[in-house]
């Protein structure tokens, strides 16, 4: 997730951007104006959504959206003071981007662990997790993630082979969680991310 002031880095590598995405609406906002944003957009490793399909000037920071109405504030409120859960020790999940060391590249494959915001069924409420969290992740009211919030997956992602060959079982897999985290494939654009597939490139 975004904060309110996190800045982008100048230099990314190609593995830590995912370009080209495209919201329809309700899923991001202009992080100042608080103004509902459709059109392309661009994400990076540490968490940053900018506007544009690729990094370019001008380009405005977004964050996830939320319905600010007095209609929506009135109902989170009755969510609030009906719901008999505590949640005074969950921990909001925490962006982590995966580290490839090598034997993952022996294996080939990588384990990639995520939540998802039960209710935000889009890329925007898809967070990548390490494995710590994902364990943590309960409903138990324990210090992890709140299970009643978020649902977690997990699933192996190809990085060594031929190109056609990774792209192909990435898609495969992304097509299968897609039936049920909406908005994953989206998420994970680069079909070829971590493999010597995906070139290092500056802005």
Not at 63 to 78: Q, R, W
Not at 86 to 91: N, Q
Not at 101 to 112: F, L, N, P, T, V
Not at 131 to 154: A, L, V, W
Request: hydrophobic letters at 30%; glycine letters at 6%.
């Amino acid at each position: 997730m975004t904060s309110s002031n996190k800045k982008r880095r100048v230099f990314y590598p190609k593995s830590e951007q995912t370009l080209g995405l495209f919201t329809t609406g309700k899923e991001w906002m202009d992080r100042e104006t608080l103004k509902e944003y459709k059109g392309p957009y661009h994400r990076f490793s540490d968490g940053i959504v900018m506007t544009g399909a690729s990094p370019a000037k001008g380009a405005r920071y977004l964050t996830p959206f939320k319905d600010i109405s007095a209609e929506s504030i009135a109902a989170m409120e009755l969510y609030r003071l009906r719901t008999v859960v505590k949640v005074d020790k969950y921990v909001a999940p925490e962006f982590k981007y995966p580290k490839i060391i090598q034997d993952d590249k022996s294996a080939g494959y990588i384990e990639r662990y995520f939540v998802q915001s039960k209710s935000n069924r889009t890329p925007a409420g898809i967070i990548e997790i390490d494995k710590k969290q994902y364990d943590k992740c309960g409903t138990s009211n324990s210090n992890g993630i709140d299970g009643h919030r978020f649902d977690k997956f997990q699933f192996r992602w190809k990085i060594v082979g031929e190109k056609e060959e990774i792209e192909k079982t990435n898609k495969k897999t992304l097509l299968f969680a897609e039936q049920k985290y909406k908005g994953i494939r989206q998420y994970l654009a680069d079909l070829t991310e971590f493999s010597q597939y995906s070139p290092i490139i500056s802005d």
